[in-house]
């Protein structure tokens, strides 16, 4: 029988190989990132992942300029593609090309492929350790994560085609239950709290404007001998960390700035006066009601 080549041969090709792949992401990224911000769009951040990578950009301001952008990240993976050392690493770049060129249709197609790949990884994977090589459970949990991943890129995708053209002031829920951040966490959950039939609420301050959200539930585990002494704005997540929109932007623009630093619900601000507010059930609502008219809450 043919003696294999020593395992750090194995290990060091293996690592190698990697970085090339990562290399070639960075590349086919960046040259998207790149010429969008040499035709003037703004470039929020890069994100890579199991199949290929995802740049967060604003809105191209002309057709000609979308689609010079929209070139330019395809193009890049049949030229890495094309000068990669190895075999498999050229072919990963060529369907990578083949992903990125209509961005939602390529983010669908992408999800479905790498769920596909993820599931069979998986399934290869405990087959394997079936087989009594303990090496298949970690090539079953990179499958899972890469199915894991692809769904959720799929999800986002689809959401993005249901949302197209709906603004904020479509989805938002009005008027707007809130309560003042300055009483205490016992008063707050005796007198506003037990009549609001909200889990989040909108604080504001003595000016009347938004002061931070408190959620009921951190409310209801401060400990009764600290409920006088604490003021509901001591436990609720501060202004600053909030997101804020108007009314007229788009929606999916707003979901899309989620990962910068705030997170759900959505204050919607007309001017300076609290005017709506957004949470996970007015977007699934939104979503369902732009897919079919006919849907109801």
Same mark, same amino acid.
């Given at each position: 029988?043919?003696?294999?080549?020593?395992?750090?041969? !194995?290990?060091?090709?293996?690592?190698?190989?990697?970085?090339?792949?990562?290399?070639?992401?960075?590349?086919?990224?960046?040259? !998207?990132?790149? #010429?969008?911000?040499?035709? *003037?769009?703004?470039?929020?951040?890069?994100? /890579?992942?199991?199949?290929?990578?995802?740049?967060? #950009?604003?809105?191209?301001?002309?057709?000609?300029?979308?689609?010079? $952008?929209?070139?330019?990240?395809?193009?890049?993976?049949?030229?890495?593609?094309?000068?990669?050392?190895?075999?498999?690493?050229?072919?990963?770049?060529?369907?990578?090309?083949?992903?990125?060129?209509?961005?939602?249709?390529?983010?669908?197609?992408?999800?479905?492929?790498?769920?596909?790949?993820? #599931?069979?990884?998986?399934?290869?994977?405990?087959?394997?350790?079936?087989?009594?090589?303990?090496?298949? /459970?970690?090539?079953? /949990?990179?499958?899972?994560?890469?199915?894991?991943?692809?769904?959720?890129?799929?999800?986002?995708?689809?959401?993005?085609?249901?949302?197209?053209?709906?603004?904020?002031?479509?989805?938002?829920?009005?008027?707007?239950?809130?309560?003042? =951040?300055?009483?205490?966490?016992?008063?707050?959950?005796?007198?506003?709290?037990?009549?609001?039939? %909200?889990?989040?609420?909108?604080?504001?301050?003595? =000016?009347?404007?938004?002061?931070?959200?408190?959620?009921?539930?951190?409310?209801?585990?401060?400990?009764? *001998?600290?409920?006088?002494? /604490?003021?509901?704005?001591?436990?609720?997540?501060?202004?600053?960390?909030?997101?804020?929109?108007?009314?007229?932007?788009?929606?999916?623009?707003?979901?899309?700035?989620?990962?910068?630093? *705030?997170?759900?619900?959505?204050? $919607?601000?007309?001017?300076?006066?609290?005017?709506?507010?957004?949470?996970? %059930?007015?977007? =699934?609502?939104?979503?369902?009601?732009?897919?079919?008219?006919?849907?109801?809450?």
């Amino acid at each position: 029988m043919r003696r294999g080549l020593a395992p750090v041969v !194995y290990a060091v090709a293996g690592v190698g190989g990697a970085l090339l792949l990562l290399v070639s992401l960075v590349v086919h990224e960046a040259a !998207y990132a790149l #010429m969008a911000r040499r035709a *003037g769009v703004s470039v929020r951040d890069l994100t /890579l992942w199991a199949l290929g990578g995802l740049t967060r #950009m604003d809105r191209p301001a002309t057709a000609r300029t979308a689609f010079a $952008v929209a070139v330019s990240e395809p193009l890049t993976s049949p030229l890495v593609g094309g000068v990669g050392l190895l075999g498999w690493l050229g072919s990963t770049n060529l369907l990578l090309g083949v992903f990125n060129g209509h961005p939602e249709r390529a983010q669908r197609a992408a999800g479905r492929s790498g769920q596909v790949v993820g #599931m069979t990884l998986a399934a290869v994977g405990w087959l394997v350790f079936l087989r009594g090589m303990t090496g298949g /459970l970690w090539l079953m /949990l990179i499958g899972l994560f890469v199915a894991g991943t692809a769904a959720a890129e799929r999800r986002w995708a689809e959401l993005v085609t249901a949302l197209r053209g709906v603004r904020v002031g479509q989805a938002m829920t009005t008027p707007v239950i809130t309560g003042p =951040d300055w009483l205490t966490v016992g008063r707050f959950l005796s007198e506003v709290a037990a009549h609001a039939g %909200h889990s989040v609420l909108p604080l504001l301050d003595f =000016d009347g404007q938004p002061s931070g959200l408190v959620q009921l539930r951190r409310l209801a585990a401060v400990p009764p *001998g600290q409920r006088e002494r /604490l003021r509901a704005r001591d436990v609720a997540t501060p202004q600053s960390r909030c997101t804020f929109a108007a009314p007229d932007e788009l929606l999916i623009s707003v979901l899309e700035r989620l990962g910068t630093g *705030g997170g759900l619900p959505i204050l $919607v601000m007309d001017d300076a006066r609290l005017d709506g507010i957004i949470t996970a %059930h007015d977007i =699934d609502r939104s979503r369902r009601l732009h897919r079919d008219p006919s849907a109801r809450k």
